[in-house]
């Protein structure tokens, strides 16, 4: 498993594990981690933010996570004092959580803006805001959910700008050879708190 998560990722693992004694949950807090493991010792399936499932061929979708009645959920670009002119950002520095390495990030981020943008990538949400601190970006791409929360730690004037586009939840994915009842069992008994460490409040099965 891998997302952006608020708690440790050895904690959710722990949290996971417990739930579901027959499946084996293995989570990491950084995608090249992850993409080692992928490489190294593919697994059966995959949690995972679906602009990452969907960068995997092998695995199809099971389940989307689901928050407010979506599958989806809107992101922002958080800047200091001025709001972001989005028309205007070819060129410009966007910080964001590195959830598909530099070059892919660097692709993902340009197409959700609809400019070529230069990107840093942290591996930690707290990570994003001492990046418009030390102004080594202009902007940080971040889920309007998040927003709130990251100016209530700040003394700067944090303003948003709107997204159109909508990015999926986290999913889980399996691949071809993997037994599929045991992780539709267990992410069916997901508890409340499990879910909500995964930023979801219920599945939806496919």
């Known amino acids: 498993?891998?997302?952006?998560?608020?708690?440790?990722?050895?904690?959710?693992?722990d949290k996971l594990n417990a739930k579901c004694s027959d499946v084996d949950f293995v989570v990491f807090g950084?995608?090249?981690?992850?993409?080692?493991q992928m490489k190294a010792q593919p697994p059966?399936?995959?949690?995972?933010?679906?602009?990452?499932v969907e960068k995997k061929s092998d695995f199809k979708p099971i389940f989307l996570g689901v928050k407010g009645g979506e599958t989806v959920e809107t992101y922002v670009l958080v800047s200091v004092d001025t709001p972001v002119d989005i028309k205007k950002l070819d060129g410009?520095?966007?910080?964001?959580?590195?959830?598909?390495?530099?070059?892919?990030?660097?692709?993902?981020?340009?197409?959700q803006l609809n400019a070529e943008v230069n990107v840093r990538r942290v591996t930690k949400n707290e990570d994003l805001?001492?990046?418009?601190?030390?102004?080594?970006?202009?902007?940080?791409?971040?889920?309007?959910s998040l927003f709130d929360k990251m100016k209530a730690t700040t003394n700067l004037n944090l303003v948003s700008t709107p997204?159109?586009?909508?990015?999926?939840?986290?999913?889980?994915?399996?691949?071809?050879?993997s037994?599929?009842?045991?992780?539709?069992?267990?992410?069916?008994?997901?508890?409340?708190?499990?879910?909500?460490?995964?930023?979801?409040?219920?599945w939806k099965e496919l």
């Open 1 to 13: 498993m891998f997302s952006p998560l608020d708690a440790r990722a050895n904690v959710v693992q």
């Open 30 to 36: 950084r995608f090249k981690d992850f993409e080692a």
């Open 92 to 111: 410009s520095k966007v910080g964001a959580f590195d959830l598909l390495g530099r070059k892919e990030m660097k692709e993902f981020i340009s197409s």
């Open 163 to 177: 997204l159109e586009n909508k990015i999926g939840l986290i999913s889980a994915a399996l691949s071809d050879a």
């Open 44 to 52: 059966y399936g995959i949690l995972a933010l679906q602009p990452i």
């Open 129 to 144: 805001l001492p990046l418009l601190s030390f102004n080594s970006v202009e902007s940080i791409f971040l889920p309007s």
């Open 179 to 202: 037994p599929s009842e045991s992780l539709k069992s267990c992410i069916s008994e997901f508890s409340n708190e499990i879910n909500n460490m995964l930023g979801v409040e219920k």
